[in-house]
C-alpha cells in the first residue's frame, strides 16, 4: 500500500471532502505497515473497498413550518460497511452536514464500532436542517417527513440509526413513531429511545462516561487519578454533560465549558446545580453558553474563543470536528496538560495530534475514547432483542468493561520501543484489523 498514491485517487474521485479525505488518511498511515506485512490484504483490495461506501442515499426533506410555508431540505444515509454486523451509526441536524462531514464520520464509525467487540458495522446519516428556533411541532413534521425516505433502507438487522448533534431524544421519538406506522413493528431499529417504549438506562450520559473511562486507563499507565486534576471540557451537549458528571464523581474539578458563542471558566469547578443549569440551557435549543457567567458568581464568559487556553491537567475536547488546532495544543502543552482525551468525533486536527506526540501527551482519538455512546447503542440493540431490561449498574458496568477493553486494545497494537503509547495507531490497527479479517473471511462481495 501506498499512502499518497491511494490519497491522490481518493482526492481526484472526491474533490472537495476535506473531512474525509482527512480521516482516512490518518487510519491508512497508522495501518501502512500491517497492511504491507498481509499481502492477501492487497489482493483482496482491502482498503478500496473500506473506502468506497456500500451505498448512499441522498435524498429531499420537503417539510411545512408553522406559518404554512413548505421548506425543502437534503437529507443522507450512507452505510460504509457491514462485514461485522448490521450498519450502526448517528443520524446529525445541523447547517453544517455535508457529504463530506457524513462521510467522514462513517469511515470513523467502522473502527470505532470495531474496537467495541460488538457486532455493528459503519453507517452515518442526517440533514442539513436546524433544529434550533424551531417549535416542537415543526421539528415533528421534518422528521416524519424524513423518515418517509429512511424507513426503506433501515431495520433491525440491516441498519440501525442513533442520534448525533441536534438529534435528542424528542427527534429520535418522532423518527421511531413514523417509522413504527410505515413498518408496522416495534423492533430496535434506532437506539436512544425513550426509557417507556425501549430505551437503555445510561444511554444518554454515556459517551461522556466512556470518554472518562477510558481517560481513567489512560491516566492508570502513568500511575494517576483524577482525583484533584483540573479538567476543561468542550460543549455543553451529552458528551459534555456526562463526561463532567463522570469526571466530578472521580473528584476532578471540571472548570471549563462551551458554545458556539466562545467558553465559561468555573475557577471552583462544577456541581450539581451547574451541571442541572448547563442541561437547562442545552434543552432550550439556543446553543448558547454565556447565560451561565450571570447566573452563578465566579464564573466568567471568554466569547469566541475555544477554552484551551485555560490552564489545565486533562483536556476533553467534546465540542465538534478541528476544535483543537496547533495553537491549542501547544497552550495546552505549555499549561502543563499531560492528557488529551477526545469525547468528539476527530476534534483534532493533525498539526494538534503532531505537537502532543511530540512531547509524548496522553492522546487518544474519538474512535476510541468516544467509543461509549455507540457500545451502550449496541447494548440497547441486545436489550431490544431480548426483550428485556437491564439495570443502570448493568449498563453502566458493561460499558466501563469495553471501555477498558478497548484501552487494552490500543495499548496492545499502539505502544512503542520507548514506551510510549500511540492511541491513534493503536485504535487504527486494532479496529482495522478485525474488520478486514471479516471481509477476508466472508470473500469478494
Known amino acids: 500500500m501506498n499512502v499518497d498514491m491511494l490519497m491522490n485517487d481518493l482526492i481526484k474521485k472526491t474533490q472537495g471532502e476535506a473531512e474525509f479525505h482527512q480521516a482516512v488518511r490518518e487510519v491508512l498511515e497508522s495501518i501502512e505497515?500491517?497492511?504491507?506485512?498481509?499481502?492477501?490484504?492487497?489482493?483482496?483490495?482491502?482498503?478500496?473497498?473500506?473506502?468506497?461506501?456500500?451505498?448512499?442515499?441522498?435524498?429531499?426533506v420537503p417539510w411545512e413550518d408553522d406559518e404554512g410555508i413548505i421548506h425543502v431540505n437534503r437529507g443522507y444515509r450512507i452505510q460504509f460497511n457491514n462485514s461485522i454486523g448490521p450498519y450502526k451509526g448517528g443520524l446529525r441536524f445541523h447547517p453544517s452536514v455535508n457529504l463530506s462531514i457524513l462521510k467522514f464520520l462513517g469511515f470513523e464509525q467502522i473502527f470505532k464500532n470495531s474496537l467495541t467487540s460488538l457486532p455493528m458495522g459503519g453507517a452515518k446519516g442526517g440533514s442539513d436542517f436546524?433544529?434550533?428556533?424551531?417549535?416542537?411541532?415543526e421539528i415533528m413534521r421534518f422528521c416524519q417527513s424524513f423518515m418517509l425516505e429512511l424507513w426503506r433502507i433501515i431495520g433491525p438487522d440491516t441498519d440501525v440509526p442513533a442520534g448525533d448533534i441536534g438529534v435528542g431524544g424528542r427527534e429520535i421519538?418522532?423518527?421511531?413513531?413514523?417509522?413504527?406506522?410505515?413498518?408496522?413493528?416495534?423492533?430496535?431499529?434506532?437506539?436512544?429511545?425513550?426509557?417507556?417504549?425501549?430505551?437503555?438506562?445510561?444511554r444518554p450520559e454515556a459517551t461522556g462516561f466512556g470518554v472518562v473511562y477510558f481517560a481513567k486507563e489512560m491516566l492508570a499507565t502513568k500511575g494517576l487519578t483524577f482525583e484533584g486534576k483540573k479538567v476543561a471540557i468542550s460543549g455543553f451537549g451529552n458528551v459534555a454533560w456526562g463526561a463532567a458528571i463522570k469526571a466530578t464523581e472521580l473528584g476532578a474539578k471540571v472548570v471549563t465549558l462551551s458554545g458556539p458563542d466562545g467558553y465559561v471558566h468555573i475557577p471552583d469547578g462544577l456541581d450539581a446545580e451547574k451541571i442541572s443549569y448547563m442541561l437547562e440551557l442545552r434543552a432550550t435549543n439556543e446553543d448558547i453558553i454565556k447565560p451561565m457567567a450571570s447566573e452563578f458568581k465566579?464564573?466568567?464568559?471568554?466569547?469566541?474563543?475555544?477554552?484551551?487556553?485555560?490552564?489545565?491537567?486533562i483536556a476533553l475536547p467534546c465540542a465538534t470536528q478541528n476544535e483543537l488546532n496547533k495553537e491549542d495544543a501547544l497552550n495546552l502543552i505549555k499549561n502543563g496538560c499531560i492528557c488529551v482525551t477526545e469525547g468528539a468525533n476527530m476534534p483534532s486536527t493533525p498539526e494538534a495530534i503532531e505537537a502532543l506526540h511530540a512531547k509524548k501527551i496522553l492522546f487518544?482519538?474519538?474512535?476510541?475514547?468516544?467509543?461509549?455512546?455507540?457500545a451502550t447503542s449496541g447494548l440497547e440493540m441486545a436489550q431490544n432483542s431480548m426483550k428485556?431490561?437491564?439495570?443502570?449498574?448493568?449498563?453502566?458496568?458493561?460499558?466501563?468493561?469495553?471501555?477498558?477493553?478497548?484501552?487494552?486494545s490500543c495499548v496492545k497494537y499502539g505502544t512503542r520501543p520507548d514506551g510510549y503509547v500511540d492511541y491513534v495507531k493503536g485504535a487504527n490497527i486494532a479496529g482495522f484489523l478485525k474488520v478486514a479479517h471479516s471481509m477476508m473471511d466472508q470473500g469478494m462481495y
Open 388 to 408: 428485556i431490561n437491564w439495570s443502570r449498574s448493568e449498563v453502566d458496568d458493561r460499558l466501563h468493561h469495553i471501555m477498558t477493553n478497548i484501552h487494552e
Open 130 to 137: 436546524d433544529p434550533k428556533g424551531k417549535s416542537n411541532r
Open 173 to 202: 421519538g418522532y423518527l421511531y413513531g413514523m417509522y413504527r406506522k410505515l413498518a408496522r413493528e416495534n423492533t430496535g431499529v434506532l437506539t436512544g429511545k425513550g426509557l417507556n417504549w425501549g430505551g437503555s438506562l445510561v
Open 33 to 60: 505497515k500491517i497492511y504491507n506485512e498481509n499481502p492477501q490484504f492487497e489482493s483482496a483490495k482491502i482498503i478500496e473497498r473500506l473506502i468506497e461506501p456500500d451505498r448512499t442515499l441522498m435524498f429531499k
Open 298 to 313: 465566579g464564573i466568567t464568559f471568554v466569547p469566541g474563543k475555544h477554552p484551551w487556553e485555560v490552564a489545565v491537567d
Open 364 to 374: 487518544s482519538p474519538g474512535k476510541a475514547s468516544n467509543a461509549g455512546g455507540v
